[in-house]
């Protein structure tokens, strides 16, 4: 049988273990990435001693072979974490999840909470189907406290939607729901358990998080830096490179946003252009700053559901890992969810985020800023709201007519964490790509 040509399309995380995963079964592929460094969402970048990455990046393992895999390439360099999250509502800080950590609390509030999460569980209708709305899930499953006072307010400035506009198909655990007996426990006093997917976490103890992809990418053949993809052909099955160059493929894997394959194809037909135009998706404006004080909270990040803080979290980097930033200083990054529906005042934005850090009590105003990074992600978090199945799954069905394999969380387009960009990456290369070359 001739070879046949493989191309990926974007090296993130996706794309490199797309590339690993056919490496190590003989399958040759090249990839284009159009950055100067492979590693997409997940780079680090060095600025006047501070290692910012793009937003904060953590890794949280719920599969044996990820964790493996990391260990293997990173080694000693991987240091475990038990998270310390918080929540600022009401002028205080309280124990995340806000769910099983009412304490602390002012008493009306905790007690509308209560009886709220007593009542939705004699109710018993915790579970909603994928196609469910989310707001029912919430008000079901916490009662009406809990979604008044955290669940709706976070979520909306999260999404930059109402959560009666996003269905449940997205959740997959993400959100801790503890028992009964947990909450009334973490009314009393903060809960001794930690809850949820994040309670532990991972980052690399030098480097920052670009050491996962570099090391990844540091056995990979044949990636091409600095080509982006500009056009795809897919009657002649070719990729066109910077306008000019043209790359011929037998099968396409892309992990590019699915939302740009539309004026990335030539010639796409009017009914799968309008699915294109139902894809919805958020957008973060991360600002990274290192600062000349040391700050003692040992605090991971803190989530902000109110509307008076334009960011929904902010984290700190120097307690990720000791190497991040200089001696006796601190590293911080906020995020700010925003969207074609929800815009925000680009020109304005860094000096509200400033003010904000002030008002929470993080950032004084007469404190030093000795680094700043903006960093503006265009795709955050694609949306599942109501059209969001139909037309992605008829998109990728389109693409596979003409051999183009979705792959990674931009481009199967699913709310991925690094963990699942990697294993997707694997099943693409094992599943689909293998099958039909051997
Ligand atoms: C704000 C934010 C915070 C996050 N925090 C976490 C976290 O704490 N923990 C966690 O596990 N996950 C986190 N994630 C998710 C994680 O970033 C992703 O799951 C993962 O990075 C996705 O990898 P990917 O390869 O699918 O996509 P990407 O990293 O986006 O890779 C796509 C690649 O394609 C390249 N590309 C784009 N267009 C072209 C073109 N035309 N031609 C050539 N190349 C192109 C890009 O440069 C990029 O390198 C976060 C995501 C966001 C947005």
Redesign the pocket.
């Known amino acids: 049988m001739p070879r046949k040509r493989i191309i990926i ?7 490199l273990s797309c590339a690993w995963h056919l490496q190590r079964s003989n399958i040759d592929c090249h990839i ?4 100067k460094e ?5 780079r680090s970048k060095d600025i006047n001693s501070f290692t910012f990455d793009y ?6 393992f719920r599969h044996a072979y990820a964790f493996n895999l990391i260990k293997g390439l990173l080694g000693k360099n991987l240091a475990e974490h038990q998270r310390s999250a918080w929540i600022c509502s009401f002028g205080r800080y309280t124990r995340y999840p806000f769910q099983a950590n009412l304490y602390g609390l002012p008493l009306p509030i905790i007690k509308e909470c209560l009886v709220g999460f007593i009542r939705a569980s004699k109710n018993g209708k915790h579970s909603a189907g994928k196609d469910g709305d989310f707001l029912s899930w919430i008000n079901n499953t916490f009662g009406r406290g809990i979604a008044r006072y955290f669940m709706v307010p976070y979520n909306s400035k999260f999404w930059t939607l109402p959560p009666q506009k996003i269905t449940c198909a997205w959740l997959d655990g993400f959100i801790p729901v503890p028992s009964l007996q947990e909450v009334v426990d973490g009314t009393i006093e903060e809960n001794k358990r930690q809850f949820g997917y994040s309670a532990q976490f991972w980052y690399p103890k030098k480097g920052g998080v670009s050491l996962v992809p570099l090391s990844l990418a540091a056995s990979i053949k044949n990636i091409h830096t600095q ?4 056009g795809i052909d897919i009657y002649n099955r070719q990729v066109e490179i910077a306008f000019r160059h043209r790359e011929k493929y037998d099968y396409l894997i892309t ?2 946003p699915l939302p ?1 394959m539309v004026s990335l194809i030539k010639e796409i037909p009017f009914k799968v252009k309008r699915l294109f135009g139902k894809l919805k998706w958020n957008s ?1 404006f ?1 600002l990274n700053l290192g600062i000349e004080k040391k700050d003692y909270s040992g605090r991971h990040w803190i989530y902000f559901p109110q509307k008076e803080f334009c960011f929904f979290r902010v984290g700190f980097f120097h307690n990720f890992s000791d190497y991040v930033c200089p001696e006796g200083k601190s590293a911080l990054y906020a ?1 700010v969810s925003y969207s074609k529906q929800k815009p925000i005042d680009k020109k304005m934005i860094v000096s509200k985020i400033r003010k904000d850090l002030d008002e929470a009590g993080i950032l004084a105003a007469k404190d030093r800023v000795c680094a700043e990074d903006v960093n503006d ?1 265009e795709y ?2 694609p949306i599942y709201d109501k059209n969001y199945q139909r037309a992605r799954s008829e998109i990728i069905e389109y693409l596979r007519q003409y051999d183009i394999f979705t792959c ?4 199967s387009w699913k709310y ?6 990697l294993l997707d990456g694997k099943n693409v290369a094992e599943r689909q790509i293998a099958p039909l070359i051997c």
């Open positions: 399309a974007g090296g993130g995380l996706a794309g284009f990435e159009k950055e492979p590693g997409g969402l997940c937003d904060g990046h953590l890794l949280h080509r982006e993809i500009t992990t590019l740009q973060i991360n995020e992600i955050g978090y990674g969380r931009y481009g991925m964490s690094m963990e699942d960009a």
